[in-house]
């Protein structure tokens, strides 16, 4: 396990600029056209993967992405790191419109932005040596750290909690969890602003799971940089971000800080999703004043065709008329906190009691969340 995380000097001024934020999302869309007919193929309707969506992230700040798989949480993130053009909407990065940046101009902001992958496995070259895989993008970038790139790349091994004698290894030597420190210490390698880590402890043991999102945490904390941290349960999120939105179908339904998502959650959908994580450490007595389980009928609706209104009305048990007629508007509700947003019509009260004990994944990550609590 990594201890000390050395600081480099430049990044000690990680701060936004004014309050900028560093990271502004505007009503992004990304629709995957489909195609069929014979024998001329044509497009006949569209993925909506990701449908108007809005997010804020501040430098240093690590804000989760949560929803069910399918809901568009990688799309999301590959639009953010730009591996993906899209369709309409704003991303801005430091106040520079990436949107529509072609490859030249994204150039300077490549290295500032980082993507972590779910699978620590194939996202790294079983031919390269880790030397090679961790040096890589410092290469493509022609960045030479003083003191040699290989000098760089076992400070690196040591920062991610890996022995930095292990250079010359092949990835096919290490755990997943080890691997999953590989990909952490390239995301690293060029100093970014910004890691988009798209469900990256998902593969792994829930042990192994709390090392790397301590890692993770670190990491975030230290050497100030932001995340913008994808999971398909609400349980990971809560260790380590400070604000998280829940995205279904392509939209973001619920978003504000994690007390007011995991303590106060108005979205039917968040009440579910919540409903969903394990409940460990409670004895009978202590269930006793749990909420009741919810289970979601039914499957999630295509994003092709999603359902009008409200897109949660076909699973949702308080849906009226007015559910299918009219869209919700993301916006605060009555009751709610400043920046908590709800996107519903009929909303749940907020609900305090018998909540927060209950969402535990891991004795583990609850040792790290007290770390956290200030
Ligand atoms: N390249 C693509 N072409 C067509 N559809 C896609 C493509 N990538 C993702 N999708 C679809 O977009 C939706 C959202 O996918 P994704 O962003 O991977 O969701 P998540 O990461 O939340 O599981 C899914 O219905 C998926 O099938
Ligand atoms: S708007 Fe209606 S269907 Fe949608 S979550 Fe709220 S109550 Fe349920
Ligand atoms: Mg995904």
């Known amino acids: 396990m990594t201890e000390d995380i050395v600081l480099p000097a430049s990044r000690e001024k990680n701060a936004g600029v004014d309050g900028e934020p560093l990271l502004q999302v505007s009503k992004l869309t990304k629709h995957f056209p489909v195609k069929g007919g014979f024998p001329i193929r044509r497009t006949i309707g569209a993925v909506q993967a990701v449908d108007g969506i809005d997010i804020t992230v501040h430098a240093g700040e ?10 568009g949480k990688s799309t999301t993130g590959r639009l953010i790191t730009r591996l993906l053009q899209p369709t309409t909407g704003t ?12 490859r030249k101009q994204l150039a300077p902001i490549r290295s500032e932005i980082q993507m972590i992958f779910q699978d620590p496995y194939s996202s790294l070259n079983p031919r390269q040596t880790v030397g090679k895989i961790i040096s890589g993008p410092m290469e493509i970038n022609d ?33 997943g969890g080890q691997r999953q420190r590989i990909g952490v210490a390239r995301a690293l390698a060029l100093e970014p602003k910004l890691i988009v880590a798209d469900e990256p402890v998902s593969a792994l043991d829930v042990s192994i799971q709390a090392q790397v999102v301590n890692l993770l945490q670190k990491v975030q904390k230290e050497l100030g940089i932001a995340f913008l941290f994808i999971a ?21 339904i619920e978003v504000g800080d994690r007390d007011s998502i995991y303590t106060r959650p108005r979205h039917p959908y968040t009440h579910a999703l919540l409903s969903a994580v394990p409940e460990v450490n409670l004895t009978d007595e202590d269930s006793a004043g ?13 994003p092709i065709s999603p359902p009008s209104g409200c897109r949660f009305r076909t ?22 906190r400043a920046d908590h947003l709800t996107a519903c019509h009929f909303p749940e009260e907020p609900t305090i009691e018998g909540r927060d004990e209950d969402i535990v994944l891991d004795p583990a990550l609850a040792a790290l969340e007290e770390g956290q609590a200030e």
């Open 91 to 102: 991303i801005s990065y430091r106040g520079q419109d990436i949107s529509h940046a072609n």
């Open 315 to 336: 699973r949702c048990w308080k849906a009226q008329d007015k559910c299918a007629a009219q869209e919700p508007p993301l916006i605060q509700i009555s009751g709610n």
């Open 290 to 302: 749990a909420r009741e389980r919810i289970r979601l009928a039914g499957d999630v609706p295509s």
């Open 62 to 71: 690590s804000f989760g992405l949560v929803g069910e798989s399918g809901c």
């Open 232 to 252: 398909h349960d609400l349980a990971v999120v809560r260790h380590f971000s400070q604000r998280v939105a829940v995205m279904y179908l392509g939209k973001i």
């Open 143 to 175: 960045i030479n750290p003083e003191g040699g790139r290989e000098k760089r790349v076992r400070e690196l091994l040591e920062i991610v909690g890996l022995n930095p004698e292990h250079y010359n290894r092949f990835p096919h030597e290490f755990s």
